[in-house]
């Protein structure tokens, strides 16, 4: 079920892709994205997961954080998405069970229109060393939440399909107000 802001974030407990433990709370106070991706091996995701590491250069100096979720195991992750230097943590959930607490759709529809009316975007992914592979999860549909510091989801993003993100101008208004 999808979430509607206002409204608490969802806390969790688990660990990040290198065996450091990780608990949403331990974020308050700062400004959070949650961002839910399918898998590790994704071109979108990568191109997206590049992107935010490239905006994180800005953002790192506003009290803002990032929280990357992928349906990856953490070694898929670590090959993938992981193998270049990321500045922010970056979470494993094989079990799905952080994607079911925000209410993550699957759709094969919004992975079909992906495929057919994405195809710049699947290149870059490329580019940024996303190489599709089979994947359970592969009709997971991004979605982004954007956390107060006192721990509220001010701002949701159920993606349209499985390239669909947050625009980051609304990001950028978040972080700034």
Not at 30 to 53: G, H, S
Not at 135 to 158: C, Q, R, S, T
Request: a positive charge; glycine letters at 4%.
């Amino acid at each position: 079920m999808r979430l509607t802001p206002p409204c608490p974030s969802i806390d969790f407990s688990t660990q990040d892709v290198y065996g450091n433990p990780i608990k949403l709370s331990e974020y308050k106070g700062k400004k959070v994205m949650l961002a839910f991706f399918r898998d590790a091996a994704c071109p979108f995701c990568n191109f997206r997961v590049y992107e935010l590491t490239q905006k994180y250069k800005t953002w790192k100096d506003k009290d803002f954080e990032i929280i990357a979720v992928f349906s990856s195991p953490a070694d898929e992750v670590r090959r993938y998405v992981a193998k270049h230097p990321r500045p922010f943590r970056i979470i494993s959930d094989t079990d799905l069970n952080i994607y079911n607490q925000y209410g993550v759709e699957h759709s094969a529809t919004a992975l079909f229109k992906a495929l057919f009316f994405k195809l710049p975007r699947i290149i870059k992914g490329m580019i940024k060393g996303g190489y599709p592979q089979p994947n359970p999860n592969v009709k997971l549909v991004p979605a982004d939440f954007l956390i107060n510091p006192m721990g509220k989801i001010e701002h949701v993003w159920y993606g349209r399909d499985t390239s669909d993100h947050m625009p980051m101008d609304q990001v950028n208004h978040f972080i700034k107000s």
